[in-house]
């Protein structure tokens, strides 16, 4: 069997192996002026890999496509890819070694927030720019990061005045993981809760791959609430779902509405679970375009799987590299982290989920929300979406609105917190 | 308050099934087993293979992931565990490397990855087991929800509890083995085949194991790392019950599965976990051996 050096990379579980092995291939050939070299930094093992692998695959998908589409200015993009091993310290390691040894311009990586936090200062330091994928809790304005998944009022301003009016629920019980993101997100819904005249009943958290969930549905059960808003993240979610259709909890009467439950976990947890319950996000493998079917085919032939499923922060790392693309274009083919953040200001992509767009003020993308609820065979039907992307803004839980702006271009405005 | 007790029950039931394995392999042989998650990880990735390649439902797999655990286990014992019998730190260690190698063997499917070939039901991903749909219809009795399921698996695990008692106390067997645990040199001279005996009681000890990465699969996901986290609970509830007695293990499992439910009702489960690891600390300092520990002459 004959293996190239990409089906190698992507086929081999040895990734430790091909990331000390990368260095030697692409030194030599990165400084070629018919090449643009980038980070491609996301986990390959280690607990987070389920999901991250997935993002990596995206990523080089949209690489390989827009190669052999003759690739970006007439330059062919090099990934090199580094496994960040579920491990906040070992990320901040690679992207060093991207940054300052492999003097990229660009990477593309980090899932967890955990993982940002952990590379921003080398991003921040050395003035390079860090493209992240991921739907995220907003409260971070820094120049060196392009943000393309959604930020907490994508996903949440269309949702909880949804679910009170059409699905007439006023009392919540907001159940989460227990760090960052979900605190986050419960503070932007309990705003929402309270602008729309419903309540929150309790707001609980659970320490992160959790699985007894015995207690807690139990306390679901006695707190006389009529929605459940889930911000529980990881496999958590499934032992979450299972047990709260085992409790004889339904969907019908008491939905739950997750924030984070996108298409793996359903496929792991069984699809009759979640079968009634609903998820916001801008972007599910069932929305019945041309583009995202296209999509889901080239997925699926990239990654030799059939039954392989798409979700927010896999999409988002697909087309942010086309964004990359078009602002290397725009700055005259130009790679250089200062080139690059100026041209992607206000750059416009069609992705498999409709139209994007990089604000040009906080570099986070414009997407457009949508709420799906979860079917028999593991996909989402869509039942509400906006007719335009709604612009991003990562300090809504503090104030922020589209008229007055926290994070700009000149940086954050720390006096508004 | 039924309900509450109920869920302390189910908790103390899946404490009881995780602590039965390492009650024996710790407790009767002095192996501190760190593949004892491992082996729990195993039979549950037995349930979902033959659930997909067989077409098995869980009721055949509990028995098929007892005989795959427990081979396993054997040649585990044969491998590694035989050439350190009373070097009680050395076995941490080196069962420990062999968890990693089970983990990394189911993650990288055998090594078929490095062909680019996938098994549909290993690799890294997360897998689930589909259990039969009369085990998670609840229904109610005067008021009480029963959980079908979460009762099978304290049924299950009563019935798991009571044959190793039979076993151990009432078969020829099972007193070899409590003669090997007083006194090993001097079972050996008595005419017990010391050896094969440990090698069995220690594959007993690994089935069971299996049989619990079963009934765990049926509401966690099957991941190759599921292990790693329930070792720690067994190990609670062994040591709190007093290393080498099945009725301390079973006793430990019941209170700190209680004490556990209880307070995640009351308050959170985070609470919980921070008030059952306060608890063992004190018992532990209270009565260093444990709950119920034989005398040693």
Known sequence: MSMNRRKFLKSSSLYGAAAALAPSIYAGTAKASSEIPVGVMFSLTGGLS??????????????????????????EIVPIVEDGASDPKTYNEKASKLVLRDRVPTVFGCYTSASRKAVLPVFERRQNLLFYPTYYEGFECSK????????????????????????????????GSNYIYPREMAKVSKILIEQGGGEWVA????????????????????????????????????AFYREFINQGLSHDTLPICATVTSEIEIAAMGAEFAAGSYTSFPYFQAIPTEANLSFLDRYRAFVKDDAAVT????????FQVYLWKQ???????????????????????????????????????????????????GQGTIIDEYDEPIQPLPYVAYGETGSDLFCTQDGLDTARL | MADILFIGLSLSSILLLIALGLAITYGAMGVINMAHGELVMIGAYTAVLSGIYLNFNMFVALPLAFVTAAAVGLLIEKLVIRRLYGRIIDTLLATWGVAILLQQAIRLQFGATFFDVTVPGLGPGLQNIDVPSFL?????????????????????????????????????????????????DMAASCGIDVRRVSALTFAYGSGLAGVAGVLLAGFKTVQPDMGASVVVDGFLVVVVGGVGSLLGTGLAAL???????????????????????????????????????????
Not at chain 1, 311 to 318: G, I, M, R, T
Not at chain 1, 346 to 367: M, S
């Open chain 1, 50 to 75: 389920i999901v991250e692998k997935t993002l990596s695959d995206a990523t080089l998908l949209a690489i390989e496509e827009i190669n052999a589409a003759g690739g970006v200015a007439g330059k």
């Open chain 2, 136 to 184: 998670n219809q609840p229904f109610d009795v005067a008021g009480f929800t029963v959980q079908p399921y979460r009762t099978f698996i304290i049924a299950v695990t009563l019935l798991l509890a009571a044959l190793t008692w039979y076993l151990f106390y009432r078969t020829r067997i099972g007193m070899q083995v409590r003669a090997i645990m007083r006194n090993p």
């Open chain 2, 255 to 297: 209170l700190l599965g209680q004490i556990n439910g209880i307070v995640a009702v009351l308050s959170n489960d985070i609470v919980a976990r921070a008030v059952v690891f306060g608890v063992v600390i004190v018992l532990i300092m209270w009565r260093p051996n444990g709950l119920f520990s034989f005398k040693n002459r």
């Open chain 1, 327 to 377: 602002a290397v274009e725009a700055a005259g083919g130009e790679a250089t982290p200062d080139t690059i953040r100026e041209g992607i200001k206000g750059q416009t992509f069609d992705a498999p989920n409709g139209r994007v767009t990089i604000d040009p003020e906080n570099l986070h993308a414009y997407l457009t929300p949508r709420i799906a609820q979860w079917g028999g065979d």
């Open chain 1, 311 to 318: 979700q927010h922060a896999l999409e988002c790392s697909y």
């Open chain 1, 203 to 238: 707001d609980e958290y659970l320490e992160l791959g959790h699985s007894e969930w015995g207690a807690m549905v139990n306390r679901i059960q006695e707190s006389g609430c009529d929605v459940v808003l889930s911000n529980v993240v990881g496999d958590s979610v499934i």
């Open chain 1, 144 to 175: 060196n990061v392009v943000y393309t998944g959604a930020v907490p009022n994508q996903q949440l301003s269309n949702f909880i005045p949804w679910i009170m009016e059409n699905l007439g629920k006023k009392k919540f019980f907001i159940v």
